[in-house]
Each structure stands twice: as C-alpha cells, then as structure tokens.
C-alpha cells in the first residue's frame, strides 16, 4: 500500500489531482488506513498509470476514467437517477442487476440496504433539482458504492432532522467495512466499501 503523496510523486502528479479524480469519477478509490489516510494498492496505481498515460495523449480525464473503468475487474455500474421519493427503489434494483445468483445472500441483502438508505438521505439532504449518481462497482473482494448528490452537508441540518427521522448513516456504519462521507460546495458524496460475506 502506498500513500497518496508517494502515488503523487511516483506519478508526476499533485495529490489534489488524485482526489479530485477519485471525487469526480470514482474509478480509483483508496483505502483508507487507520487514520482515515488515503492508501493505494498495486493495481489502483496501474490503474492511474492508464489514466495518466490517456490524458498525457490528448483525452478529457474523464473520457480516459471510462475507458480505464471498461477495462477495471468486476462488474461496474454508473447511474444517474431523479432525486424522488421513488429514488430508494431505483438504486435497490441497481444493485440487483449488477449481482446474479451466485452472489451471497447476505452480502446482497447489506449492499442493497447501505443503498438505498444513502440513497434516501441524498434525497431528503439535497435540494430536490439535481440528479443522484450512483456507482456500484463489485468484485471477489467485496463492493464498493459511491453515493454523490444532495447539498453541501451541514451538521447542525443533520442534526435537526435526526431528531425526527431515521438511523441511515448508522445502518451504513454497522455495515460497511470502510466508509466515508466528503462534501463541499459541489454537494455530497459517500462511499462505502464491504467485504464479502
């Protein structure tokens, strides 16, 4: 595993790039190690190198991070959807048309749920006007979900409208493996990682 500045350097990059990359496409998505630091494996960093390599010839970044996702293992979904009261729904059939019947049961059953409860709270969060994207990308390894939409997430919001409502981001904390929440002027994105099984 290798941390984001050594990525950075090994790449000719600035670690600003590799977060604005990973917040904009979501191709490549670190782990994240016990301090919330961004770390990258072997083949995230291959996966850089093909990105790196595409737009130093000429191609838009995000043009080179689809060509660079078709190629990526595992099975990869990216979805824009309405933000509604019927989003929740959408993203729990997402998921099932990204898994099969192999999938186990329980791994299925938690990605949905962590779904469609990120889901609900982008739109109960969010203005109402702009789309959720939703990427799903799953693996031997597990899944990783990448939830963007909504406002900039403010606490003291967050905290007025749990007084009243559910316990999404705790269901997602009980569940994932890793998660992790950024937002800023351009809204908010979530994404979660769980293991299989």
């Given at each position: 595993m290798l941390e984001i500045g050594a990525v950075a350097r090994e790449l000719g990059v600035s670690p600003n790039t590799l977060?604005?990359?990973?917040?904009?496409?979501g191709v490549v998505v670190p782990h994240r190690g016990d301090q919330g630091q961004r770390l990258y494996d072997l083949d995230q960093v291959g996966l850089l190198r093909r990105v790196l390599a595409l737009t130093r010839s000429g191609a838009r970044a995000q043009s080179a991070h689809r060509a660079v996702a078709t190629d990526a293992?595992?099975?990869?979904?990216?979805l824009r959807i309405p933000s509604s009261n019927e989003a929740p729904l959408h993203a729990r059939h997402a998921v099932d048309e990204l898994l099969d019947s192999s999938t186990d049961?329980?791994?299925?059953?938690?990605?949905?749920?962590?779904?469609?409860?990120?889901?609900?709270?982008?739109?109960?969060y969010g203005s109402g006007h702009e789309p959720i994207e939703i990427e799903l990308v799953v693996s031997a390894d597990g899944g990783r979900l990448r939830v963007a939409g909504g406002d900039r997430l403010r606490v003291t919001r967050l905290r007025r409208k749990r007084q009243s409502a559910g316990r999404g981001l705790e269901i997602v904390d009980a569940l994932a493996d890793r998660w992790t929440i950024e937002t800023g002027p351009r809204g908010t994105t979530v994404t979660v990682e769980l293991a299989p099984g």
């Open positions: 977060r604005t990359w990973e917040r904009r496409y293992p595992g099975r990869r979904l990216l049961p329980r791994f299925a059953f938690n990605l949905r749920l962590v779904a469609s409860e990120l889901v609900s709270n982008a739109v109960k």
